[in-house]
Nanobody, 119 residues
Framework: QVQLQESGPGLVKPSQTLSLTCTVS??????????WNWIRQPPGKGPEWIGK???????SYSPLLKSRTSLSRDTSKNQFTLQLASVTPEDTAVYYC???????????WGQGTQVTVSS
């Protein structure tokens, strides 16, 4: 059973960089032909895909957020990390890390972590 757990600060000030880490257990981020995604859901809105890092380390970002987003991974800890720069209150959302295997649907989700951008 694959499990994902988000961690990071729940409050970030405007113009700062939001940094979240997803720790994966029960599976390796470097195998299983999987993509490791970040998805967020702002209050009262639908989910929004932020980006992904693949089992081979390749990254892909939402065009809307690409200029502010960076994904990385620590294979020794089986973790991957999201950094979102220059945040504004519009970046307030519940952030999820999610697995999707190649050719399949999103199957394993973290519980989500609330991030609020406020001074």
């Amino acid at each position: 059973q694959v499990q994902l757990q988000e961690s990071g600060p729940g409050l970030v000030k405007p113009s700062q960089t939001l940094s979240l880490t997803c720790t994966v257990s029960g599976g390796s981020i470097t195998t299983d032909y999987s993509y490791w995604n970040w998805i967020r859901q702002p209050p009262g809105k639908g989910p929004e895909w932020i980006g992904k890092i693949g089992y081979n380390g390749a990254t892909s970002y939402s065009p809307l957020l690409k200029s502010r987003t960076s994904l990385s991974r620590d294979t020794s800890k089986n973790q991957f990390t999201l950094q979102l720069a220059s945040v504004t209150p519009e970046d307030t959302a519940v952030y999820y890390c999610v697995r999707r295997r190649v050719g399949a649907l999103y199957d394993y989700w973290g519980q989500g972590t609330q991030v609020t951008v406020s001074s």
